[in-house]
Nanobody, 126 residues
Framework: QTQLVESGGGLVQPGGSLKLSCAIS????????VGWFRQVVGREREAVSC???????DYLDSVKGRFTISREDPEKTVYLQMNSLKPEDSAVYHC????????????????????WGQGTQVSVSS
């Protein structure tokens, strides 16, 4: 069994920064991709970013240039550095692990992922 635990969320003012962490434990595949998703109550979950086993990344258009995904494989941790945060970035952020090595061609393909974390709340407000 593989577990994912997110941390690093919180309340921040517009323009501020947060760094989310996704800690992976348990039975971890030799290679895997990890995605970050976010969801607001009453709206569909949307893919924010993904990083493949080789380090290839992709981003939601609205976060390009502001968010950076990275991974530290020895530590089994994936990060999402979020800068220049906006109120519309407020959501519960989830990380998800896929047994595939690459990110999906369709970023919103949730079936690509095998394990999900419980999420961490990010609130951007003055």
């Amino acid at each position: 069994q593989t577990q994912l635990v997110e941390s690093g969320g919180g309340l921040v003012q517009p323009g501020g920064s947060l760094k989310l962490s996704c800690a992976i434990s348990g039975d971890t595949p030799y290679s895997y991709a990890v995605g970050w998703f976010r969801q607001v109550v009453g709206r569909e979950r949307e893919a924010v970013s993904c990083i493949g086993n080789g380090g290839a990344t992709d981003y939601l258009d609205s976060v390009k240039g502001r968010f950076t995904i990275s991974r530290e494989d020895p530590e089994k941790t994936v990060y999402l550095q979020m800068n220049s945060l906006k109120p519309e970035d407020s959501a519960v952020y989830h990380c998800a692990l896929s047994f595939y090595s690459d990110c999906p061609k369709n970023p919103d393909e949730e079936d690509w992922y095998d394990y999900w974390g419980q999420g961490t709340q990010v609130s951007v407000s003055s």
